[in-house]
């Protein structure tokens, strides 16, 4: 069985960022995911620049999908370019953090032409 990037996201999902509490996935901290014969390549973010967790959360990152089978490396890079920002997060991590969504909506008599 290959690995697959959804088994790298599956991983990933299980990281919490320790101060919102939510996984990096949801929170759209995860940038790129690529495979290449057992050497996975993550390209991710923090919330902040001044996390003082960077080195943790990287090693968990690290460990997580080093104990997926058929991993022979993991490389993560770490960017804020572009910086995070809270519209990057999944529909349910914003609400559970209290970040309304845009939304269009048709109001009877109001969005006629």
């Not at 790129?32 to 967790?53: I, N």
């Not at 993991?74 to 572009?82: G, H, N, Q, Y």
């Not at 910086?83 to 970040?99: H, I, Q, R, S, V």
Request: charged share 20%.
């Amino acid at each position: 069985m290959s690995l697959s990037v959804a088994q790298v996201l599956d991983a990933l999902r299980k990281i919490k960022d320790p101060e919102l509490g939510l996984d990096l996935v949801s929170l759209g901290l995860i940038y790129e995911t690529r495979l290449t014969d057992g050497h996975v390549y993550v390209r991710c973010t923090l919330t902040t620049p001044g996390c003082p967790l960077i080195s943790t959360i990287i090693e968990d990152v690290r460990a997580a999908i080093g104990r997926l089978p058929g991993v022979t490396n993991v490389k993560v890079e770490l960017t804020f370019d572009p910086p995070w920002t809270p519209d990057k997060m999944n529909a349910e991590a914003a609400e559970l953090l209290g970040f309304a969504r845009a939304t269009t909506a048709t109001v009877p008599g109001r969005n006629a032409t």
